[in-house]
């Protein structure tokens, strides 16, 4: 049976991620570099990380892990609904919550709802919404921001239930293997980048978001991170539809690595909607043989 790592402890939203991904023994692990340290070194087949929330934005730890040491593919994509449950020792009352403690991005979707129904409680920041379960069980923390799943692995008390400011917040997770598991294309597919532009070159982004457009891709995100060297020096991250399998995608690929820094290729998977990601007219694979078959036969002199 295969292994798969996720951002633990017992009970995270990242465990219930990882699920769907099919059976598996699955290893908790405590931080998100740690669970893509885990398959580099080859203790689990693969690893699942929350990647971006709908309401807070990207995890960036999880990016900074992407886009450093061993490269690793997305080989799969989750999303999941965000509602949180409030869970306390057993007999703890809302007046008595003096601290409430969760992952930065689970405080950051109750923000409205801690203000108006435990106005007495100090946001504290935990490693996940479960490690802040495990801390209000071990009676460090009075109240914990966490999955609705973790009441079945903590001894804890419910305070509130469904509790979100956005009731339609989703969160992206991801699977990640080493290179060399690349799934089929299968015309619903996403494929990640980190492009590292030529910063001092006028144009290069604008470049880069060109090579995608003119080929019919679309792009579903871009996000900076800090190249950490220099000021003023980033690196970009792109979704974008399509599968490098895919003959517009490919090209992109192999034009965006010819003038850009760098290029490192995230993965190509299946998108957890399902929605289609085919190629406009002029730019199927058909297309592109049908056009690399006028160039030879130009070359030979027809
Ligand atoms: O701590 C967890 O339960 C996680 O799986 C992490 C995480 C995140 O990083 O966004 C996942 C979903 C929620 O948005 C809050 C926290």
């Known amino acids: ?12 939203f990242t465990e219930q991620a990882a699920r769907s991904f ?12 740690s669970v893509l340290a885990a398959v580099r070194a080859g203790e689990v087949d693969a690893g699942c ?17 992407m886009a450093e040491d061993e490269p690793l593919y997305a080989v799969g994509e989750a999303v999941l609904p965000v509602r949180f449950s ?8 809302a007046e008595d919550v003096k601290t409430v403690a969760s992952h930065p991005h689970a405080l950051a979707q109750v923000r409205y709802w801690i203000a108006d129904n435990l106005p007495n409680a100090v946001p504290v920041a935990t490693t996940s919404t479960a490690a802040a379960a495990v801390q209000v069980n071990d009676g460090e923390f009075d109240a914990a921001v966490s999955a609705p799943v973790a009441v079945m692995h903590y001894p ?3 305070l509130a239930t469904d509790v979100a400011d956005v009731g339609t917040a989703v969160t992206r997770f991801l699977l990640l293997r080493k290179p060399g598991h690349l799934p089929q294309p299968t015309g619903r597919d996403r494929t990640s980048l980190a492009v590292v532009i030529a910063h001092d070159e006028p144009g290069s982004l604008a470049n880069t978001l060109s090579e995608l457009a003119l080929r019919g891709i679309n792009l579903t995100r871009i996000e900076s991170r800090p190249l950490r060297g220099l000021f003023g020096e980033y690196r970009f991250y792109l979704d974008l539809d399509g599968h490098i399998g ?3 995608v490919a090209d992109a690929l ?5 003038i850009s820094r760098q290029v490192r290729f995230l993965g190509s998977y299946p998108k957890a909607d399902q929605s289609p990601s085919e190629a406009p007219p002029r730019s199927t ?15 030979e002199g027809h």
């Open 254 to 258: 192999t034009t965006l690595h010819r």
């Open 22 to 33: 099919g059976d598996a023994e699955f290893v908790a692990v405590e931080t998100v570099p």
């Open 246 to 248: 895919e003959q517009r």
């Open 1 to 12: 049976m295969s292994r798969i790592a996720y951002f633990g402890p017992r009970g995270t």
């Open 156 to 158: 804890l008390a419910e």
């Open 86 to 93: 409030i869970l306390t020792r057993p007999g703890v009352k």
């Open 285 to 299: 694979d058909a297309d592109y043989q049908a056009a690399a078959e006028w160039l030879a036969k130009v070359r």
């Open 49 to 65: 990380v929350p990647v971006e929330n709908s309401v807070e934005g990207a995890v960036t730890a999880t990016m900074d892990a």
